[in-house]
């Protein structure tokens, strides 16, 4: 019926017909999305798809024959994300030049147009700290470009070129010194079932040893990118090396890679955990990393898997700090319920299906054997303040080592968080690992 399937509906130009052109089962997870027209065949559509294969490819499909006709580009190791469209959009409205993916958290593109690419590198070439950047417009005579430049290094900048000479117009964040901020590094470690979970870390201008802070991304299943980490930076700053790893159920490394998290029961607390934990393993291994200092800090999602680790029995941490936090999984499933009553989304699908076997905090209370900071606003309506003020009252009744911290006013995700949200959130994040974890607490973690 209507509500099992996902229809993509297409219209040729100059009709008032919609015709369906391709069917999705809900629960089958295939990637299907027209791009545009097929450049070479212009009755023929771009899609990214998987039509049978682990990881999305580009194709030309055929919308009056509902068929696929050509494979474009396919990798083995990675899912095809995006295109790359012509820099000069005036005189080459959406034509594709490149395909573009993710390997070791950074973008990659794969160029169909050699002048594309000699453009690409060249503006690369002249940009400091360069990271991700984007030529946001070109003149019609393709000799004038304004270019934001965004990473690691950079905040975001934005420039001009033109004659060969690059001039700066302005930056997000003019504070902010790019000889203090730090790299961010891909790198790649086997967990501990064998699979190949990619990762980067963001390393301090200081020498190892590093205290570690493991970050995961909230979502989950969302894709990782290399960019301007505030909280990254922030952390790194003060010294600390952070890992934020692609684990289980992060998008881009094929479906099975992201069906893992929830197909055969929620992993979260699980596989999803044992793939963050085996990267901060690897760091200490690689002698990068101080075993006796290490925790994990996330939000949302991350919030939830810092609750994880807390009570963790083979503890290999020394405090958390959990934001925004999941302590009751059961909230999040029926939050998906009520959505999937409204509208049904495959986002609502995974997440019921990840949550409803995960790990279930509230339930682990007594097994907490590390301190932990909960920060959480107080309007929050993805993840609501209740649970975590059950959560609470479980940490007193067993007596646990807790703080708290409430943003008045902050809902849950990031651009709800102003000025005075972050200045208590950051204040209270780092006061917490120099007095709370790692000065009073070395060495606490049970092994």
Not at 96 to 117: A, H, L, S
Not at 366 to 395: C, F, W
Request: charged share 25%; net charge negative.
């Amino acid at each position: 019926g209507a509500r099992d399937e996902f229809l993509d509906y297409y219209r040729e130009k100059g009709s008032n017909e919609w015709r369906i052109v391709n069917r999705t089962h809900k629960e089958s997870f295939d990637s299907w999305r027209i791009l545009g027209r097929d450049p070479i065949n212009p009755k023929d559509v771009l899609v990214i798809a998987h039509n049978g294969n682990d990881k999305t490819g580009l194709w030309s499909f055929d919308p009056e024959q509902k068929k696929y006709k050509e494979l474009i580009y396919r990798r083995k190791d990675v899912d095809v994300i995006g295109v790359q469209y012509h820099t000069n959009r005036q005189r080459y409205p959406q034509v594709i030049t490149g395909v573009r993916y993710y390997q070791g958290n950074e973008e990659q593109i794969e160029w169909f147009d050699g002048e594309e690419k000699a453009v690409h590198e060249q503006v690369k070439s002249l940009i400091p700290y360069v990271g991700r950047f984007f030529i946001q417009s070109r003149s019609e005579d393709g000799k004038s470009f304004v270019i934001e430049n965004r990473g690691p290094r950079d905040p975001g900048t934005f420039y001009v070129l033109k004659n060969g000479e690059l001039k700066l117009i302005g930056s997000t964040k003019p504070q902010l010194a790019s000889t203090d901020l730090s790299d961010v590094e891909a790198i790649s470690y086997e967990s501990r079932d064998g699979k190949i979970i990619h990762a980067s870390i963001t390393v301090p201008n200081s020498e190892p040893p590093y205290p570690l802070v493991v970050m995961p991304h909230g979502g989950p299943f969302v894709p990782e990118k290399v960019f301007y980490d505030e909280w990254g930076q922030l952390l790194a700053n003060r010294g600390y090396m952070v890992l934020q790893p692609s684990y289980r159920g992060t998008k881009g490394y094929g479906l099975d890679f992201y069906q893992t998290a929830f197909i055969n029961g929620g992993q979260g607390g699980y596989q999803m955990q044992d793939d963050k934990d085996d990267g901060a393993l690897y760091l200490v291994e690689e002698g990068l990393v101080d075993p006796d200092r290490m925790m994990m800090f996330g939000w949302s999602y991350g919030g939830y898997a810092a609750l994880v680790a807390a009570s963790r029995e083979s503890q290999i941490y020394q405090c958390v700090i959990a934001g925004a936090s999941v302590p009751d999984p059961n909230e999040q499933v029926n939050y998906s319920r009520n959505e999937l009553n409204r509208f049904v989304t495959r986002v609502s699908i995974e997440q019921i299906k990840m949550w409803d076997n995960s790990l279930s905090p509230i339930e682990e209370v007594e097994k907490v054997n590390i301190p932990m900071l909960l920060i959480h606003g107080d309007v929050d309506q993805r993840t609501p303040p209740r649970a975590v003020r059950r959560y609470i009252k479980e940490l007193e009744k067993y007596g646990k080592s807790y703080k708290q911290v409430w943003l008045e006013g902050a809902d849950h995700f990031y651009n709800t968080l102003y000025y005075d949200h972050k200045l208590k959130f950051y204040t209270a994040m780092t006061d917490y690992l120099d007095n709370d974890c790692f000065k009073n607490n070395r060495g606490l973690a049970q092994r």
